[in-house]
């Protein structure tokens, strides 16, 4: 197990601990069978985990609540704030799950 948000389980009839996702509150689907220890460990993958990768970009807003960004089209970023979505100009070479949006004196967001 190398995941620091997954757990074991309780043993099953086969003696198989089965790992228990901390984040998403149900069991881990990114596990495979070892049989040098003889039982169930992560994936080698398993760094890419979506769910653990959501939980800390938004974890990195700690101070302040993130906007979630739904997706991205022609260089846009359409991100939710509040009842609304703003689209705003990505400044980055990837779409990031969360960022943070700031108002400018002129009234128009930007991601910070």
Known sequence: MNC???SPLEP??????FLFCKIEKNK????RFCSTIRDIKNIDGYEGCTVKNDYID?????SSTPNKVLFEKNGMLY?????FTESVKNPYLIV??????????NGEYYVK
């Open 4 to 6: 620091e948000y997954s």
């Open 12 to 17: 099953d009839e086969f003696n198989r601990h």
């Open 28 to 31: 881990c689907p990114l596990i």
């Open 58 to 62: 938004k974890k990195d807003y700690s």
């Open 79 to 83: 991100v939710e704030n509040g009842d």
């Open 96 to 105: 990031p799950k969360y960022v943070k949006l700031l108002k400018s004196k």
